[in-house]
């Protein structure tokens, strides 16, 4: 993710094991995204 120095939005859709990794400034994966400006959680909804 560091490489891809263009990317300006990431957004994370029920993935709960990536969102709490990537969780800003306390997240063990967050140094690797925090270049990005716009990062953005969607929790799950479920599907019926």
């Not at 859709?13 to 959680?41: F, M, N």
Request: hydrophobic content about 40%.
């Amino acid at each position: 993710m560091r490489c891809l120095t263009n990317l300006q939005q990431l957004n994370i859709h029920e993935v709960p094991q990536l969102e709490e990794r990537c969780l800003k400034d306390i997240g063990a994966d967050w140094y690797k995204i925090a270049h990005i400006p716009s990062v953005t959680h969607w929790p799950g909804v479920g599907y019926i």
